[in-house]
């Protein structure tokens, strides 16, 4: 079988051999050079001359496998071989005299008289179907002149192409399987075959597409030069494809993707190109939407690079194989310090982790979750490649959505707070220090604040007064105080809280839970807020003196003795062996009790001769026995100056004492030495007679220290809690900025509906921290100033378009703490909503009246407005809707309160909750 294959294959080479030998003879006969074939057989040679239709050539074109025809000038047919009439399916004596026209299908009767015309200029070679009986015959035919004159006959050979238009199907019909529309033409342009999908595509039949010229079904919009290039393309057997415009049967342009292909016959010869093609209407819409979709993705990338950029939040997306499809600098940044790694757009995020195996394990079961629909919040710690520079991010993951609710992708957003935690943290350490060295000083120590209501109470006032801190905090401060003192001691206290007079040893007394009075020396300072005018608490240190003040009532009482035994003494001389032993005595139990108090204790007469001292003294001022032993006082105040920070005051406050020896005095004392001494004065009397003075000396260098950083650490508190509230009050007004210029860029009237409520609820809460801020109560804030700040932003937004609508604010001061300014602020955020919403459609005369009072413990709110009223279908109480179901929820159970409404002449809301906070302070 191989064998014969070859055999037929030479044996059609030879015969093309013979048929291109013709047609070069043709050419030489059509351009003059010879005027007589001279054919060879069997080594006879014969010469045919060329004259005539009848010339002897036709013998040997009788004999090729091409039909040939000659022709007159206007078609009609001189002379046809035997094989043309097999083509035609006719006798060969019935061809002659007929047009060429009548063997050619319709569709190419105008090329054919085209090249009738203009064949004396140059020769045609056109492929058209010849008619037969049943059918028709894929030819390709060659035109040729045979003279130069006008009235030239033409030779005509026609090929027959059945086999080579077989291949062109054949793979056409393989084509078909791919689903695309599927044309192929022949060389001369011309549609030689077109499936049902190109019907599909181009709206043309297959009936009424073959045999057209293509530019005339589906004119593609092609420039000459682009064409011109493909044509040399596919010539050299290359495959062309790309995008052009072409005009559909009902005359809608549109773009299509198409692929040409060459095909060739066994000689290398272009005969046909196959084209497939699809229409790319849709693609080239969503393309379109995908570079829009990309622009503003781009955008909302810049943007959101832009509000992140130097900020410590990180945000990332991933797809659902785990690899990154967005992430802001800050995100890679934090990577390449976790990993080591740089992060780029695609990556892994197991492979970025594979070196971490614990951390890879937890990252992607956390992603796992959030990409099969949950949210996950958490806080996590991060530490570099060697555990070291630990970081704390709140992180939340959410998953990504597309419009039909599928998950796509996995989001996350991630806060640094690191610096919060270590703040919160130090924050606790302080409270903890501060706490335990107020409620563990040896001093008894009360605060209370400007309304008089104890606040702190240590555990030594627990011991004073035998009440225990939870019995009194929150009860006025006059209930410690005796009844018969009341008045004295709260003009005192008045003046320190008020005024903020300090007092320096000042005695108010104590009343203890059993009677009993305790009289106590008092030191107090005053708190002040953040401005530092404005006192906000106020601070005493006590001391009992009780049994000192008992002590000197018994000296005071031992001096009288004394007056009376040296008057009996003068009176009874005889006596005096016995008042002098009583006098020793006396003297004696005198020195116990100096030496035995805690005090430095030094006593002078009026000569400035040292009286008495006791040890603590010597040992307090380092004094040497021999400066005691001169038994002058200037020499002792001349030991003690050089100690002192400020010798000029002291000097200066023994000679106020001099000139008035009656006077009491009371000065603390600083050392070079670092020591700090409280020094107590009083003249020493008998009976109305002043004798000399009594020096009480004692160091109180630790508790002033204790003071002080008690003090300071207070006023770091403060700084801290200011900061922290205007952090917030700066994310809070962030995020309401990015939501206002979100609403003003939203057309759609729902979605700025959604975002102006968002950006008022955020509003109120970012309001209320600004007044923390600027609050000299750091957890309270004025609810008047808030009502009218509110008032003053929804009158912004809502009062427009030629209607004002005014608002009447009726309120005595009343101030909330954070825990209640919060919800209250946003039940009223709803209400207010509501009534600038929808209380005055159409309507010009419109006024909302707010009224707040404070009564036996609560708080109520009424908001009314002049509008149209809720509609009567409305169920307050039972309602659905998101604002009123809302102002129920924050009332009754953040609230604790009650919420009512009436419906005339408008409508009006009430709300009623306790003044009181969880801990039971009164919110004013």
């Known amino acids: 079988m191989k064998q014969e294959d070859a055999d037929l294959k030479k044996e059609v080479g030879k015969l093309r051999e013979k048929v291109r030998e013709l047609e070069e003879t043709l050419d030489a006969i059509r351009s003059g050079e010879v005027d007589a074939i001279v054919v060879s057989k069997d080594d006879v040679q014969q010469v045919y001359t060329l004259k005539g239709a009848d010339h002897p050539?036709?013998?040997?074109?009788?004999?090729?496998?091409?039909?040939v025809l000659t022709l007159s000038r206007t078609g009609m047919i001189l002379y046809a071989n035997k094989q043309f009439a097999e083509m035609v399916k006719l006798p060969p004596d019935k061809i002659p005299g007929t047009s060429i026209l009548d063997h050619i299908c319709p569709e190419y009767h105008v090329v054919v008289k085209t090249a009738l015309k203009g064949i004396v200029k140059k020769t045609y070679r056109i492929n058209i179907r010849i008619r037969q009986e049943t059918g028709f015959l894929p030819a390709l035919i060659s035109m040729n002149p045979l003279s130069s004159d006008k009235d030239t006959k033409v030779s005509v050979v026609v090929a027959d192409r059945r086999e080579d238009e077989e291949k062109i199907w054949l793979q056409a019909r393989m084509l078909d399987a791919v689903g695309e529309a599927v044309i192929a033409t022949d060389t001369d342009q011309r549609i030689i075959y077109w499936n049902a999908a190109a019907t599909k595509t181009y709206g043309w039949t297959a009936k009424e597409a073959i045999g057209r010229a293509l530019a005339g079904v589906a004119a593609p919009e092609i420039p000459k030069e682009e064409t011109e290039r493909i044509v040399a393309q596919l010539a050299n057997g290359d495959t062309w494809n790309g995008e052009y415009f072409v005009r559909h049967y009902d005359g809608h342009v549109f773009p299509i993707y198409a692929t040409n292909a060459p095909v060739f016959d066994n000689s290398r010869k272009l005969i046909a190109v196959i084209r497939t093609s699809h229409d790319i209407s849709e693609q080239k819409q969503r393309d379109a939407a995908l570079r829009d979709n990309g622009q503003s993705l781009l955008r909302a990338h810049v943007l959101l690079e832009a509000v992140t950029k130097g900020t410590s939040v990180l945000i990332a997306a991933q797809d659902q194989d785990f690899r990154y499809i967005f992430f802001n600098q800050t995100y890679k940044e934090e990577i390449r310090r976790i990993t080591g790694k740089d992060l780029t757009l695609g990556a892994s995020m197991i492979e970025l982790f594979a070196e971490i195996p614990e951390e890879q394990k937890r990252t992607v079961n956390e992603w796992s979750k959030v990409l099969h629909g949950e949210k996950v919040n958490e806080t996590i710690k991060f530490a570099d490649p060697g555990g070291e520079n630990i970081r704390i991010y709140n992180v939340l993951h959410t998953p990504l959505r597309d419009n039909n609710g599928s998950i796509v992708a996995a989001g996350e957003v991630a806060y640094d707070v690191t610096e919060q935690k270590q703040v919160e943290e130090t924050l606790r350490e302080t409270k903890e220090y501060l706490d335990n060295l107020f409620n563990h000083a040896n001093a008894p120590i009360i605060v209370w604040d400007p309304q008089f209501r104890i606040t702190r109470f240590n555990q030594a006032f627990e011991h004073l007064t035998g009440r225990k801190a939870k019995e009194v905090i929150g009860l006025p401060v006059y209930t410690l105080l005796p009844g018969k003192c009341q008045a004295e001691s709260m003009d005192l206290i008045m003046k320190t809280t008020l005024d903020g007079e300090q007092w320096i040893s000042t005695e108010i007394p104590i009343l203890h839970k059993k009677g009993d009075i305790r009289t106590v020396l008092?030191?107090?300072?005053?708190?002040?807020?953040?401005?530092?005018?404005?006192?906000?608490?106020?601070?005493?240190?006590?001391?009992?003196?009780?049994?000192?003040?008992?002590?000197?009532?018994?000296?005071?009482?031992?001096a009288v003795g004394y007056a009376k035994i040296n008057e009996t003494l003068n009176e009874e001389i005889r006596q005096r062996k016995s008042a002098d032993t009583m006098l020793k005595k006396t003297l004696s139990l005198l020195h116990a009790s100096l030496e035995s108090t805690a005090d430095a204790i030094y006593v002078v007469d009026l000569e400035g001769k040292i009286s008495s001292y006791n040890g603590?003294?010597?040992?307090?001022?380092d004094i040497p026995p021999a400066v005691l032993a001169s038994g002058q006082n200037e020499t002792v105040i001349q030991h003690i100056l050089p100690q002192l920070t400020y010798p000029e005051e002291f000097s200066a406050s023994l000679k106020e004492i001099r000139s008035r020896t009656a006077c009491e005095r009371f000065d603390v004392i600083e050392c070079k030495n670092g020591k700090i001494i409280e020094h107590y004065s009083?003249?020493?009397?008998?009976?109305?007679?002043?004798?000399?003075?009594?020096?009480?000396?004692?160091?109180?260098?630790?508790?002033?220290?204790?003071?002080?950083?008690?003090?300071?650490?207070l006023a770091e508190k403060e700084v801290l809690l200011r900061e922290i509230h205007h952090r917030v009050k700066n994310n809070l007004q962030l995020i309401s900025s990015?939501?206002?210029?979100?609403?003003?860029?939203?057309?759609?009237?729902?979605?700025?509906s959604i975002l102006t409520d968002m950006m008022l609820k955020i509003q109120t809460m970012a309001q209320i921290h600004a007044r923390l801020c600027q609050s000299k109560q750091f957890g309270k804030i004025s609810l008047i100033t808030q009502i009218q700040d509110q008032v003053a932003l929804f009158s912004g937004i809502y009062s427009h378009n030629g209607r004002e609508i005014s608002c009447e604010i009726h309120s005595n001061e009343v101030v909330l703490p954070l825990d209640l300014a919060v919800p209250c602020g946003l039940a009223m955020n709803e209400i207010l909503s509501n009534a600038y919403k929808h209380a005055f459609n159409g309507q010009k005369n419109c006024t909302i009246r707010i009224s707040v009072s404070q009564e036996n413990g609560h708080i109520q709110i009424t908001i009314r407005d002049n509008g149209t009223g809720i509609p009567a279908y409305i169920d307050f109480d039972r309602t659905g809707s998101l604002g009123i179901s809302l102002i129920r929820t924050l009332v009754q159970h953040q609230l604790k309160g009650t919420v009512t409404h009436k419906i005339q002449d408008g409508t009006e809301i009430s709300i009623k909750f306790p003044a009181l906070t969880e801990g039971g302070n009164n919110v004013w």
């Open 57 to 67: 050539y036709q013998s040997l074109v009788e004999n090729i496998r091409e039909g």
């Open 522 to 558: 008092w030191n107090s300072a005053s708190i002040f807020g953040s401005d530092g005018k404005t006192i906000i608490s106020t601070i005493a240190q006590g001391q009992d003196i009780t049994d000192r003040k008992r002590i000197e009532a018994e000296d005071r009482l031992r």
């Open 616 to 621: 603590n003294f010597m040992t307090l001022w």
């Open 682 to 713: 009083k003249p020493q009397k008998i009976g109305h007679r002043v004798v000399g003075r009594v020096w009480s000396f004692r160091d109180i260098t630790d508790r002033r220290h204790a003071e002080e950083k008690l003090i300071a650490s």
């Open 738 to 752: 990015l939501l206002d210029m979100t609403r003003m860029n939203t057309h759609d009237e729902p979605a700025n």
